[in-house]
């Protein structure tokens, strides 16, 4: 039973009462956590020994000074828990690290309390696709190639294994003589050098062709991996989130 106080004397002025301290705030939050961006919330559940204006900020551990995400005030008396997107006040998705999650609550005679976590946050790998490999050089058509030709030289050289033996036979016959075995080699060395220059001669030439068919592939090949480089930054977008409290602060 509580002992009454004597009454002061007169004229004495009377001893001020402390202000009653603002109860512990108490903050309840998952221990681990795996949730999907833009579909769900981390619930920061704040539970005040006494009615209070209730706000959480998140910051990096390494710029605790730099607010990332701010929640919207709860107001005295207020039940519900805060929720968390997992996103910066900008609309940025948050990236993997170490974050500071504080929540700071206020009375309205002025008594403040707070309360934080450390928290681990990571992301969960993606179900994504492998880009497709560059072409191969077999893969592709030869854009110089080999045709046969008819050069100047190989031109007179067909002409000269033509009429030489004509000529020399003529020669030879308004001579009177029987052919010279000399001649007749010479003859027919150059008859011969001249048919393998004729059809043997070849040359490089361009292909438009073979060029304009490897400009298709190469951009069919560009067009599959821009499809799938988008498809898994869209996978990456809304890869689930892992939420871990790592430690407490007073």
Do not use: C
Not at 115 to 135: F, I, N
Not at 148 to 158: K, N, S
């Amino acid at each position: 039973m509580p002992v009454p106080r004597p009454p002061s004397p007169a004229g004495a002025p009377q001893a001020r009462t402390p202000p009653e301290s603002v109860s512990a705030l108490r903050l309840v939050v998952s221990a681990d956590t795996i949730l999907f961006p833009s579909e769900e919330r981390w619930p920061i559940l704040v539970r005040p020994g006494r009615p209070m204006a209730v706000v959480a900020t998140v910051a990096s551990v390494s710029q605790p000074s730099v607010v990332l995400w701010r929640s919207d005030t709860l107001p005295p008396g207020a039940s519900g828990a805060l929720a968390w997107d997992l996103g910066t006040s900008n609309g940025e998705g948050l990236p993997p690290g170490r974050y500071v999650l504080e929540v700071t609550a206020r009375d309205s005679a002025g008594a403040a309390a707070r309360a934080g976590r450390t928290l681990v946050v990571t992301r969960l790998a993606a179900d994504t696709q492998p880009l497709p490999r560059p072409l191969a050089p077999r893969e592709l058509e030869p854009e110089t190639v080999e045709v046969r030709q008819t050069a100047p030289w190989a031109i007179f050289i067909g002409a000269a294994a033509g009429l030489l033996p004509g000529m020399i036979g003529r020669r030879e016959l308004n001579d009177g003589r029987r052919g010279d075995p000399k001649t007749w080699i010479v003859v027919s060395s150059v008859t011969v050098a001249g048919f393998v220059a004729f059809f043997t001669g070849h040359r490089n030439e361009f292909s438009r062709e073979n060029a304009a068919r490897n400009i298709d592939l190469r951009r069919q090949r560009d067009e599959r991996a821009a499809a799938v480089a988008g498809a898994n930054a869209r996978a990456r977008a809304v890869a689930p989130y892992r939420i871990q409290v790592e430690g407490s602060e007073p």
